[in-house]
C-alpha cells in the first residue's frame, strides 16, 4: 500500500472553475501535510501547509485537513491558466524526526481557456 | 525571503569524473535536504542533515557523498556515476528537522553519459 496517494489526473477544469484536488495517506501518526506545485522542468514551489484538521485559506488556495479519515485536499478557487502544473501532496512522517517528507505520485492540472 | 539558490543549473559528466554539487541558504535553517528527482516521479530524499550533522541516509550508494561544511552550505560529491543517475537533484532546506516547511531550490540537472 503506498503511504501518500494521489489521482494522477490529468484534472481538466475551465478557466474560473474550482479545481479540487485530493491526497490520502496511510500513516495515523502523521503531523505535517503540505502541498506543492510543480512546473514542468522546475523544482517544487510549497504553496500550502496544515497541520490541524480543518480548512486553512491563503488567497485562493484552501487545504482542508481530516486526520480522522486521513485525507487532505487543495481547493484552488478561479482557477487561472498559470495554475496549470502538477500539485504534489506531502507528508511528514512522524519517524523518529528527520522531517522526512513522503510525497504523493502528483496530479497533473490543467486549466483550460 | 525563501530563497535556497544551487548550482550548476545543469551538468553533463562522464562516468569517470569527479563533480560536485552546491547548495545555499540564508534563511538561518538548521536542516537540509538533498532529494532526487526522475521525470514524472515525485522527490526522492536522499539525505538530510540537522544542525550540520547527518540525520538520514535513504541508503544511497557511496558514489553520492553529502557534505554540510557550515549551516547555510550543502555539497554532494559525485563520483563513478552511472547513467541511470542521471535526473533532476534538488536541494531543500527548513528551520529544523521537526515537520516544518521545506523549501526547494531550482535543482541541478544532471545527465551521466
Known sequence: QKEVEQNSGPL???????????????????????????????????IMSIYSNGDKEDGRFTAQLNKASQYVSLLIRDSQPSDSATYLCAV??????????????????KVEL | DTEVTQTPKHLVMGMTNKKSLKC???????????????????????FVYSYEKLSINESVPSRFSPECPNSSLLNLHLHALQ??????????????????????????????T
Open chain 1, 12 to 46: 481538466s477544469v475551465p478557466e474560473g472553475a474550482i479545481a479540487s484536488l485530493n491526497c490520502t495517506y496511510s500513516d495515523r501518526v502523521s503531523q505535517s501535510f503540505f502541498w506543492y506545485r510543480q512546473y514542468s522542468g522546475k523544482s517544487p514551489e510549497l
Open chain 2, 83 to 112: 547513467p541511470e543517475d542521471s535526473a533532476l537533484y534538488l536541494c531543500a532546506s527548513s528551520y529544523t528537522d521537526r515537520g516544518n516547511e521545506q523549501y526547494f531550490g531550482p535543482g541541478t540537472r544532471l545527465t551521466v
Open chain 1, 92 to 109: 511528514s512522517l512522524a519517524a523518529g524526526g528527520g522531517n522526512k517528507l513522503t510525497f504523493g505520485t502528483g496530479t497533473q492540472l
Open chain 2, 24 to 46: 545555499e541558504q540564508h534563511m538561518g535553517h538548521r536542516a537540509m535536504y538533498w532529494y532526487k528527482q526522475k521525470a514524472k516521479k515525485p522527490p526522492e530524499l536522499m
